[in-house]
């Protein structure tokens, strides 16, 4: 996904935000605008949003000295999932289709993202979801909720590559992960971020989370907030062809995986305006979308 115009506020809001976090003064706040402000001139808005988060946190950590203003965030965000994880697990095994509930949990909990929601009550959150559950995942639309092919394609699969997203998120994707195993041996691969980046998960809140015990957590060797493709190792690059499956969580991994040529299902909830053009839904919308080979559908609209 390409950058917008509309997108630019945004990075200046997140810049700002990181810079207090960090326990900036006001003169070192406007400092890190500044500098944001002066990149924008050459910045190319065919680059996908996330290359300009991390533009925006390596320019935080540089100007503030603190490399990781969202850690404290990020703990509180484990914990308090963590603390539910029992009462999230028990809602899974008593519905009448625990795959179905676990996709929709683990989507529901891509609400955990300070980058989009910098006020963000993650306590609060995180009551909401389980007390207005069937307000909050019953949002779904056929078009852009394609649970039938999703179900029928993890069964098929014995290999399965998760792009994860947020700290404290990951608690919701180890529920969708062990309901997953119940359905056959799979060989599940998480991956993280590299380096801090926002409230992205990295090895750490993965290992916090438990998620070490259900799958295979590895990093994408990325430190932007998506899977931004020349930020990615080589080694995981060449993981991609070799699954039989990807499921793709949260926004900025949608809006960076343009390049990315295999069929994928795209996971989370719409909480840009700019991502809900892009998708056709409206904000609130939980989205299990189903991308198929770029290269099938550049052949089909040729064949029209």
């Known amino acids: ?24 003064t006001p003169r070192a706040k406007k400092k890190v605008l500044d500098h944001l402000a002066k990149r924008f001139p050459d910045y190319p808005m065919s680059t996908p949003p996330p290359e300009m988060g991390r533009i925006i946190y390596q320019l935080v950590a540089r100007l503030t000295g603190k490399k990781d203003p969202y850690w404290e965030a ?133 290992f916090t989370c438990g998620l070490d015990r259900v799958s295979e957590v590895i990093s994408s060797g990325s430190d932007a907030p998506g899977t931004v493709r020349h930020r990615c190792s080589k080694e995981f690059l060449k993981i991609i062809p070799k699954v039989d499956m990807v499921l793709s969580k949260g926004q900025g991994n949608f809006e960076a995986l343009d390049w990315l040529k295999r069929p994928v299902f795209f996971l989370f909830m719409a909480k840009c305006p700019v991502v809900t053009r892009e998708v056709g839904c409206d904000i609130g919308d939980i989205i299990l979308l189903y991308r198929p080979a770029q290269s099938l559908r550049k052949k089909r609209k040729r064949g029209k």
């Open 1 to 24: 996904m390409k950058t917008y115009l509309d997108c630019i506020p945004c990075f200046f809001r997140q810049a700002l935000e990181a810079a207090t976090l960090a326990g900036s």
């Open 74 to 206: 990020k703990q509180k965000s484990n914990g308090l999932a963590l603390r539910i994880l029992p009462k999230l697990r028990a809602k899974v095994r008593a519905s009448k289709d625990p795959l179905l509930t676990a996709v929709k949990l683990s989507i529901a909990g891509n609400i955990i993202d300070y980058g989009v929601k910098n006020t963000l009550n993650v306590q609060k959150e995180l009551q909401r979801i389980l007390s207005e559950e069937e307000k909050t995942i019953r949002r779904e639309k056929k078009r852009l909720f394609d649970y039938p092919r999703f179900k029928e394609r993890v069964k098929r699969a014995k290999t399965i590559l998760i792009l994860g997203d947020n700290a404290g998120e990951v608690v919701f994707d180890r529920l969708l992960i062990e309901e997953i195993h119940t359905l056959g041996k799979k060989r599940i691969l998480y991956a993280v971020k590299e380096k801090p980046i926002i409230n992205d998960a990295t090895r750490e809140d993965a």
